[in-house]
């Protein structure tokens, strides 16, 4: 069955720190694989996806992401994290073959320390 | 890519009753999707929308509870029905294209709280 692994359930940073939040994915086929955030009280935002191609994306509010296919996984970085990124990121999968549905992991909730 | 909006944003229900919660796009979409986000947990699809026909429900989520509407290309409702405590949670929906490479976009939610 596909799944999403998101091993971190709470991060916490200091502002300016370098973030490294990690995603695993279990899917016998070529995934579309997402990253999500979710402000408080806010509903998601894209912040970018992976389709083929380059396997590194970059995506919004400098945020980046990496594929990697030998080890399932599509980790989220950004070199100095900010104060606004304080949310919760939930990575994603999305089946293939048509309309694709979404498989979302547990998510990870960031703190950033001033 | 799409705006998207939901009414009402957040609600207080009383148990036994029961909910419509709306979803417009400013443009035509294919799909249109319902998620739930209980307290403090991931999303969870319930069904998607599809416009003209019944909406096709994910295990564990039957029609009777959550009955879902798409009259067009641009609009859905869903139902929360005979609300207990346990509904309490956020529901998004989402929408995507059809140009076959999928990306769902959300919008804001609806905070339901059922005393």
């Known amino acids: 069955a596909q799944s999403v692994t998101q091993p971190d359930i709470h991060i916490t940073v200091s502002e300016g720190a370098s973030l490294e939040l990690r995603c695993n994915y279990s899917?016998?086929?070529?995934?579309?694989l997402f990253w999500y955030v979710q402000s408080p009280g806010q509903g998601l935002q894209l912040l970018l996806k992976y389709f083929s191609g380059d396997t590194l994306v970059q995506g919004i509010k400098g945020f980046e992401a990496e594929f990697k296919r030998s080890q399932s996984s599509f980790n989220l970085r950004k070199p100095s994290v900010h104060w606004s990124d304080a949310a919760e990121y939930f990575c994603a999968v999305g089946l293939s073959g048509g309309y694709n549905k979404l498989i979302f992991g547990a998510g990870t909730r960031l703190a950033v320390h001033p | 890519s799409a705006v998207i909006s939901q009414k009402p944003s957040r609600d207080i229900c009383q148990r036994g009753t029961s909910l419509t919660i709306q979803c417009q796009v400013d443009?035509?979409?294919?799909?249109m999707f319902w998620y739930r986000q209980q307290p403090g947990q991931s999303l969870t699809l319930i069904a998607t929308a599809n416009q003209g026909s019944e909406a096709t429900y994910e295990s564990g989520f039957v029609i009777d509870k959550f009955p879902i509407s798409r009259p067009n290309l641009t609009f859905s409702t869903l139902t929360v029905s005979n609300m207990s405590p346990e509904d309490s949670s956020i529901y998004l929906c989402?929408?995507?294209?059809?140009?076959?490479?999928?990306?769902?976009?959300f919008g804001p939610g609806t905070r339901l709280l059922v005393l």
């Open positions: 899917y016998g086929a070529t995934p579309y």
């Open positions: 989402s929408v995507a294209g059809t140009s076959g490479q999928e990306t769902q976009y």
């Open positions: 443009s035509q979409v294919t799909m």
